[in-house]
């Protein structure tokens, strides 16, 4: 028995949205921007905020136009089914690369940091099946589970950048261009694909409590993941200076490493891996959930929390492809980034494309 | 459901029984409370010593304590952290782990060496080692260092390093030096890093002069430790080259707005009376650089130092306190004293170095756009050495701490 | 249907057929034998003959007022000295007709006195029944300082007179319906008309109706009857021995669940946050009530996690310790034999040990237990090294604090997870730890109580007094709780 139907609203997807790319301010992201944009790591990603909003400011627009239950009834609404399923794989392998890519980084990261002595795989084995198990609870749970911890990765970032401050010198954002006012724009469109999620939340548009609450909770969850994004990579070039910024993969844990909190607390990082972990755990959950949605939505899978488990495995195996870390990011996330960025950002302009010819032929 | 419950209980089990693979029981573990690292004839091979803490000692209040020793050292060849620490396992039952390290000894012979910077290349890489540990430079071999260092007043030897290096500090005798900053610094590759200089050995030949311009082994002191952190190492890109005296240290932190402004023991000159000093407690209100940096010509560096004193002891006995007069001549005195000393340091800093050890080149880069022009222009090699620098001190307050009045020695002789 | 079931229910509908007959005798003869008259020592089986006819009085001895048996039955029948209505006769308060045997028999059992006339097809039940039930007392397992100290007792009327001293309304239902068939047991739901959602009302009707055993004497085993599932750590029923308590959840819409035979009640549906408000919050003034909720929560936190953070963290995670720290409890477990995990899930079973059996001794031997567990247990342990003192503290304080929980039922959710925790921590430190704790966290939010999210009204969010972690001023509360779906949400 269901006494409220559909309860989730804003908040639920804010908080779902903080974690699934507002946390990107926390894995090796910052390392990939700052590669070659130096101390300008910060600007990259308002410039890739600038490039997506116009696509992502169409799909809306779309979505509301012809209310239709979410991304892929719109993609079949507008192209047809064959055109509307074939972007829709492109879009889904697009998502699904970055995903796996993502999640190696992250084991590594657990691996490298934490348990340097356990072979990956079975600490990539623990974290996919703690992602399957919260998973399969379904949206609602997820969406739910997502505001419950959510204090606890509030509490975590505030305390994290309250550590912080205390290293950091202002000066060092100086120069403001970094690497060079081209790389910085060069590279804020070629990693726009890093907020590809905002556009494959839009499967979700229905499932909320009316669709005014997934644009609120949309609008101001992105806000507020760019500008914590934002303010985290300024806190990393503030922290290390732009020489030492690109040599660091981990600067979400190096940075709260160097910090003593008088003289008792001297090695903080660990106690700062537990927001850390939690948010990563919700954020492959998200990420798995609606990529299989994604995909169910497209081939009119009904219960497609059957996919979980294939889809996950599958990007578990083929993320264990690149032989180490270094790769992974740098060539492999990079590379897909590189390719994924143009489909995502042209989509939507597509749909509105075929969206004005058939209003033309209409008329 | 009975099934599900077994399965999981399978699963847990053997797990529980041997562990996982990170799992590590505590007393299975060495902690290493600080790190020493020599040179040794061999390129590429260092000497290393660990300084192990023993947690059976001075834990607990009652029940028996140990005879065991409370710490123990071990020296072990190998060219960087890691292997350093595996070969040290071999004399050691238990497991070296270095995370809780608070203090990184180089010998000064090391540091002065070019394969120095080779070394702590390494040190990032070690997950064990944290970049917040405190770099310091000893005269003699750092193993030495390590074993003459007996602490007599804490029963625990990383409380030791602790307490020593919080109180040089605070005192302003040497700079904060985490792992990190160095890299920093280094990376940055424009301005000299400064590491606490430390010393067990006394050298005897020194005399009594004031109180701040000695080095570490200088300070003559009586007593059981042998142990002196005074004064500090530069570095050169990567590369010790010179010693500051404590005083020169003091400077250093007080141009550096990076570096916390501690409160400093310092003493002047008295100007009505010259054979006497007057001694009072620096507070730094307020440090501002300006570089006014032209591309062709000379670049003017502006330092604006706003700072407070409180006198606690004029031995001279001239009533400051009270006349109005002779408080404005301490200023100006005291200004210009300050003045001079910092003046003279800048001087070697310029003609010396080469560079500056106060980390200024930050306030040049708001100037340049982006790291390419920055980089160019080059602070270190064309733009600090043949700079101007002008210091301003100014001083805001003259406290004369809880005294009234000077006691009248005149009349108390009587 | 099963044949043998066909059978036994054929017989038991043939009986509750039976009409009263104009026989006196007939009637008696049926009654005496059902009642098994002779063997049952308290079954009386009394004559009475008056001027005007004969009557037949039956009875337990044991469950009526045998002063008003006298006074205002068997008195006035021995007086009547015309053939007139046994209604017109009787004095009692209460008295109904009945007309068949199966009524007669449900009134017996009920402790009812049942009186035949000769020639009269029907029967008179004179209710002035007396059962025997303690007396109102203090509340036990949920004490508060500030507030009413009264509780419910095993007597469904005493209990709904306490409720309905509480609340003086017309608007207060006390519906009873049956559950079970041997034999039936009426359980009575109390809610409030113009508040209670019908959907939720009726969920819980059906679904008593739909118990398919043969009896159930108290709310106790009624709730794991009724509850989704039962097999879940999490009770989605609060269980609650206070009338106030229970009085101040049917204001707000929710509806209690009361059995004869039970010296508690449940309340249904329940959010996760029911389990740690005590009513005391609302009786404390709010700086008060909010700092006792604060420190409930510390508590709830420290059993949940205290050991298995420990665990983690001495196993894997040890460059988190500062270094003093880390020394003092390295030198404690130089001389332990076990390792870490052990260690801790000994003494949290030895805790639990001490927490059962101070349950079950009988309370002259209570005092031993004290001397038992703190001395054997703590003191002796540590001293023959086979715990090291900080595990003592650590499960001291971990079981200590799982009973500031504000319900018992709650209490066992975090007892049991507890270990779920510490073997998860054993397994791979921070990682496994935290991922039972999401997982556990997930399973939680996803439960639903009669169609109640648990963790509302903070996810999903809806209005209501916002009463979760701390509660308002108590002027500021405008809304009932919206999750419930109350008829009437404004307070105001």
Redesign the interface.
């Known amino acids: 028995m269901e006494l409220l139907k559909k309860p989730m609203r804003a908040r639920e997807l804010i908080a779902m949205i903080f974690m699934l790319i507002g946390i990107k301010g926390g894995d090796t992201t910052p390392s990939l921007f700052a590669d070659e944009a130096q101390n300008a790591l910060w600007i990259a990603p308002i410039v890739s905020f600038v490039v997506i909003l116009p696509p992502f400011i169409t799909l809306m627009y779309l979505l509301k136009k012809y209310q239709t239950r979410n991304l892929a009834e719109l993609l079949h609404h507008l192209l047809g089914t064959k055109l509307g399923t074939i972007i829709g794989i492109f879009l889904f392998v697009g998502a699904f690369i970055s995903m796996a890519a993502d999640m190696r980084n992250i084991v590594e990261e657990i691996n490298y940091l934490y348990f340097p002595n356990s072979p990956t795989i079975i600490i990539y084995l623990i974290f996919i099946v703690i992602c399957l198990f919260v998973a399969n609870k379904g949206l609602e749970s997820i969406g739910s589970l997502a505001w419950a911890v959510l204090p606890v990765i509030v509490l975590t970032i505030i305390s994290v950048m309250f550590v912080d401050f205390q290293a950091t010198v202002w000066q060092r954002i100086f120069p403001i261009l970094g690497g060079g006012a081209s790389i910085v724009i060069r590279d804020g469109f070629s990693l726009s694909s890093v907020f590809l999620e905002f556009f494959l939340l839009t499967i979700a548009y229905q499932a909320f409590h009316d669709t005014k609450q997934f644009r609120i909770g949309m609008y101001t969850g992105s806000i507020l993941s760019v500008l914590l994004i934002v303010l985290f990579y300024m806190i990393y070039t503030m922290v290390f200076d732009y020489n030492t910024v690109d040599n660091i993969a981990y600067l979400y844990q190096e940075s709260t490493e160097i910090v003593p909190l008088g003289h008792f607390f001297t090695n903080i990082s660990t106690f700062f891996m537990v927001g850390w972990l939690l948010s990563n755990f919700l954020r492959f959950t998200i990420f798995l959930y609606i990529i299989c949605w994604l995909y169910g939505a497209l081939f009119q899978i009904k219960r497609f929390e059957g996919l979980l488990m294939p889809i996950s495995f599958l990007a578990m195996i083929l993320s264990m492809i690149p032989p180490n870390f270094i790769t992974n990011e740098m060539i492999v996330r990079k590379t897909s980034f590189h390719w994924i960025s143009p489909i995502y950002l042209c989509f939507p302009f597509l749909l509105l494309a075929a969206s004005l010819w058939r209003e033309r032929r209409k008329l | 459901m009975k099934k599900i419950i077994v399965i999981l209980f399978l699963i847990f089990l053997p797990a529980l029984l041997g562990g996982c693979f990170d799992q590590k029981e505590l007393e299975e573990q060495a902690f290493v409370v600080s790190i020493g690292v020599d040179k040794t004839d061999t390129r590429g091979v260092f000497r290393f010593s660990f300084q192990i803490a023993n947690p059976e000692v001075g834990s607990s209040a009652t029940g028996t304590s140990t005879k065991e020793p409370a710490q123990a050292v071990i020296s072990v060849l190998g060219s960087d952290f890691l292997t350093a620490t595996n070969a040290a396992n071999a004399t050691v039952a238990k497991e070296i782990t270095l995370n809780q390290a608070r203090v990184v000894i180089i010998s000064e012979k090391l540091a002065r060496s070019k394969e120095f910077i080779h070394l702590m290349q390494s040190a990032p890489s070690t997950v064990d080692l944290k970049l917040n540990a405190q770099l310091v430079v000893s005269k003699e071999n750092a193993e030495t260092f390590i074993r003459n260092n007996k602490p007599r007043l804490e029963s625990r030897p990383h409380k030791y390093y602790q307490y020593m290096l919080d109180r040089a500090k605070e005192t302003g005798i040497i700079p904060d030096a985490p792992l990190v900053r160095f890299f920093q610094i280094t990376e940055g590759d424009a301005d000299l890093f400064i590491a606490p200089y430390a010393t067990t050995i006394r050298d005897d030949e020194t005399e009594i002069g004031e109180e701040d311009h000695y080095k570490a082994g200088e300070i003559p002191v009586k007593g059981e430790s042998q142990t002196q952190f005074m004064g500090s190492a530069v570095f050169r890109e990567g590369q010790m080259i010179s010693t500051l005296t404590g005083e020169e240290n003091r400077f250093c932190l007080m141009f550096d707005s990076t570096l916390a402004q501690k409160d400093i023991l310092i003493s002047f000159n008295d100007p009505l009376m010259k054979e006497y000093q007057v001694a009072g407690r620096l507070d730094i209100n307020n440090v501002k650089v300006k570089v006014d940096y032209k591309k062709e010509k000379q670049t003017t560096i502006n330092v604006f130092v706003d700072f407070n004193i409180n006198i606690h002891a004029i031995p001279s006995t001239v009533d400051y306190i009270q006349s109005l007069e002779k408080q404005r001549i301490l200023k100006n005195s005291i200004e210009k004293q300050i003045k001079n000393r910092g003046e003279r340091f800048i001087n070697k800093t310029q003609e010396k170095f080469k560079a500056e050890p106060f980390y200024w080149s930050l306030h040049i880069r708001h100037k340049f756009l982006d790291i390419k022009q920055y980089e160019k222009a080059d602070w270190m090699n064309k733009i600090y050495p043949n700079a101007q620098v002008r210091l301003h001190f100014n001083l805001e307050g003259l406290e004369f701490g809880k005294m009234l009045r000077e006691t009248d020695i005149e009349e108390v002789r009587d | 249907m099963f044949p043998w079931q066909k059978q036994k229910t054929a017989a038991v509908q043939k009986r509750k057929e039976r009409k009263i007959s104009r026989n006196l005798k007939s009637n008696v003869a049926y009654i005496e034998e059902q009642f098994s008259y002779g063997i049952n020592f308290d079954f009386v089986s009394q004559e009475i003959v008056s001027p005007a006819s004969r009557y037949h009085l039956f009875f337990y001895s044991t469950t009526i007022d045998t002063q008003q048996l006298s006074d205002h039955i068997i008195s006035p029948l021995l007086e009547a000295k015309k053939d007139i209505p046994i209604s017109r006769i009787l004095t009692v308060p209460s008295l109904a007709s009945i007309e068949s045997m199966n009524g007669a028999e449900k009134g017996l059992t009920a402790g009812s006195v049942i009186i035949f006339k000769e020639g009269s097809p029907e029967a008179f039940e004179a209710n002035i029944q007396d059962f025997k039930h303690r007396s109102i007392e203090k509340a036990d397992n949920e004490r508060t300082v500030k507030g009413p100290k009264d509780s419910l007792t095993e007597s469904l009327t005493t209990n709904i007179s306490m409720i309905r001293k509480k609340m003086p309304s017309k608007d207060l239902i006390a519906e009873s319906i049956e559950v079970g068939v041997r034999p039936a047991d009426p359980v009575t739901l109390v809610y409030v008309r113009d508040l209670v959602?019908n959907?939720?009302l009726e969920?819980i009707k059906k679904r008593i109706q739909s118990i398919t055993v043969d009896n159930i004497r108290n709310v106790e085993v009624l709730e794991q009857f009724l509850e989704e599932r039962p097999?879940s750590l999490f009770p989605t029923m609060l269980y609650t021995e206070r009338p106030d308590n229970a009085a101040n959840y049917v204001s707000e819409g929710f509806i209690a669940i009361m059995m004869d035979n039970s010296s508690s009640c449940l309340i249904a549906p329940i959010t996760i946050w029911g389990f740690f408000h005590s009513p005391e919050d609302i009786y404390l003034r709010w700086a008060f009530g909010n700092f006792s909720r604060l420190i409930r929560a510390v508590a709830y936190l420290i059993t949940l996690f205290v050991s298995a953070t420990y665990v983690a963290i001495?196993?894997?995670?040890?460059?988190?310790v500062?270094?003093?720290l880390?020394?003092?409890?390295?030198?404690?477990?130089?001389r332990?034999p076990l390792?870490?995990?052990y260690e801790v899930l000994l003494m949290e079973l030895a805790f639990e040990l001490i927490r059962e059996a101070g349950v079950r001794i009988p309370s002259p031997l209570g005092p031993t237990i004290g001397i038992v567990g703190a001395l054997i247990l703590g003191q002796a342990a540590v001293e023959a090294n086979i715990v090291s003192p900080i595990v003592v503290i650590l499960v001291a304080l971990s079981g200590l604090s799982s009973f500031t929980a504000a319900n018992y039922s709650i209490n066992h959710t975090l007892r049991i997870s507890r270990f779920i925790f510490i073997?998860a921590a054993?397994?791979?430190?921070?990682?496994?730890l935290?991922?039972a704790?999401?997982?556990w966290?997930?399973?939680a939010?996803?439960l639903?109580s009669?169609?109640?999210?648990y963790?509302?009204p903070?996810?999903?969010?809806?209005k209501s007094s916002d009463d979760t972690y701390f509660r308002k001023l108590l002027k500021n509360i405008k809304w009932r709780p919206v999750?419930?779906?109350p008829k009437d949400v404004d307070k105001k």
Do not use: C, W
């Not at chain 3, 880390?326 to 130089?334: D, G, I, M, Q, T």
């Not at chain 3, 054993?426 to 496994?432: D, E, F, I």
């Not at chain 3, 903070?458 to 809806?462: D, I, K, L, M, R």
């Open positions: 959602n959907d939720v969920n097999r001495t196993n894997y995670h040890v460059q988190l500062p270094i003093d880390l020394l003092a409890v390295a030198s404690s477990r130089e332990v390792p870490i995990t073997l054993s397994l791979m430190g921070a990682l496994s935290l991922g704790i999401i997982i966290l997930a399973y939010v996803s639903n009669f169609g109640v999210p963790f509302s903070a996810t999903p969010h809806t999750f419930l779906k």
